[in-house]
């Protein structure tokens, strides 16, 4: 079984930047995908982007969000720019042996922006 732990949420102005981190542990087998959803609330979970060493984006983040991972770490990061009111919302870590099939949940980082 496979830890998830989120951190780097919090509160920022609009326009401002993140960057959250999730750090796997545990019996983690190649290959490994990881990924990053969010949920606000009254809304349903929503894809926000996902590295299998290439990474794919979510429309709605496009070209603000950038996934990255540190393979000797375990660790998956999204920096987050030129945040909006509307990406306010609890940001999940998820893994997984494949691209679109996540066994592995991570608690959940808050990440508030304020207009």
């Known amino acids: 079984q496979v830890q998830l732990v989120e951190s780097g949420g919090g509160l920022v102005q609009a326009g401002g930047s993140l960057r959250l981190s999730c750090v796997a542990s545990g019996r983690i087998f190649s290959p490994y995908v990881m990924a990053w959803f969010r949920q606000a609330p009254g809304k349903e979970r929503e894809f926000v982007a996902r590295t299998d060493g290439s990474p794919y984006y979510g429309e709605s983040v496009k070209g603000r969000f950038t996934i990255s991972r540190d393979n000797a770490k375990n660790t998956v990061y999204l920096q987050m720019n030129s945040l909006k009111a509307e990406d306010t919302a609890v940001y999940y870590c998820?893994?997984?042996?494949?691209?679109?099939?996540?066994?592995?949940w991570g608690q959940g980082t808050q990440v508030t922006v304020s207009s």
């Open positions: 998820a893994g997984g042996p494949s691209t679109w099939k996540f066994d592995d």
